[in-house]
Nanobody, 127 residues
């Protein structure tokens, strides 16, 4: 059974940085999977933040985080990362790691297409 475990969340002031990690239990996850970060703020729907195709390294970002967030992978550690810089209060949310076999395609931001989810890690940005 595939297991995803996020870590790295916390509280930071606006303008600060955090790096989230997502450790995957299955080595194969880093061969041909679409792995993504989603977030959900209180009272809002879950939204896609960034995704990466582990087979080729192609990356995808929501407009709201382009230029500030970077998604990356370390296949030797079976770990996905999200480097978050220039954080804003509106980035406050629970952040989730998700994965699905195959490419990310044109709808990487669609949560219903992902088969595996982590439990989430909270990010709080104060002004």
């Amino acid at each position: 059974q595939v297991r995803l475990v996020e870590s790295g969340g916390g509280s930071v002031q606006a303008g600060g940085s955090l790096r989230l990690s997502c450790a995957a239990s299955a080595y194969s996850m880093f061969s041909m999977y679409c792995m993504a970060w989603f977030r959900q703020a209180p009272g809002k729907e879950r939204e896609g933040v960034a995704a990466i195709f582990t087979g080729g390294g192609n990356t995808y970002y929501a407009d709201s985080v382009k230029g500030r967030f970077t998604i990356s992978q370390d296949k030797s550690k079976n770990t996905l990362y999200l480097q978050m810089n220039s954080l804003k209060p509106e980035d406050t949310a629970m952040y989730y790691c998700a994965a699905v076999g195959g490419g990310c395609g044109g709808i990487w931001y669609s949560e219903k297409d992902y088969a595996y989810w982590g439990q989430g890690t909270q990010v709080t940005v104060s002004s």
